[in-house]
């Protein structure tokens, strides 16, 4: 079980990260749970890292086996197997299907975690500046047409990225803020 540090290195990107989530307050037990869960199976939490990174991190490494098990669509951008329980579906995530997933998020924000991309870009939309073959250049155009420069995009792409084991310095600790 990967779970979420209480401090997380996107803070450090982007004070607003997860701003949006503020008050709110975590379901009735949940610290319980949590407890439990790391009481009965074998868990990791990594300083400054959210679960997903950690997920990230692990099925990315040099000769890993593990499969990821979510729904998040976020898992999606991880070159990996993915398991997704609600649909009973084992996905084989390609590097292209990852890039093209990353690109996407990085276009489309994720307003639950407090991230916007472009305006007015949907999923939809993101496919058709995407195309079949996903470049930067593409997502730079984009943030450029909307009146966006370059270093805002990065940022974006810096909060959408799921760590992978090539971003994360396990000796040190140090995360390596994605760059194009």
């Not at 709110?24 to 868990?43: D, I, M, Q």
Request: glycine share 6%.
């Amino acid at each position: 079980m990967c779970i979420s540090d209480k401090k997380n290195f996107r803070k450090s990107v982007r004070n607003d990260y997860k701003s949006n989530r503020k008050g709110s307050r975590k379901p009735l037990g949940y610290g319980a749970l949590l407890e439990w869960v790391r009481e009965t199976n074998e868990s990791i939490t990594v300083p400054f890292l959210e679960a997903d990174d950690v997920m990230g991190i692990l099925a990315t490494a040099p000769n890993s086996r593990s499969i990821i098990v979510s729904d998040d669509k976020d898992m999606r951008t991880i070159p990996s197997k993915l398991y997704r329980p609600t649909n009973q579906e084992l996905i084989d995530v390609t590097p292209a299907m990852a890039l093209s997933s990353f690109y996407t998020q990085v276009l489309v924000g994720d307003p639950v975690d407090g991230y916007k991309g472009v305006p007015k870009c949907g999923p939809v939309t993101a496919a058709k500046i995407l195309g079949n073959r996903p470049d930067w250049s593409q997502i730079k155009a984009a943030y450029e047409k909307a009146g966006m420069c370059e270093e805002e995009a990065i940022v974006q792409a810096q909060l959408a990225r799921i760590l992978h084991y090539d971003d994360y310095l396990l000796d040190t600790n140090e995360i390596k803020l994605w760059r194009p």
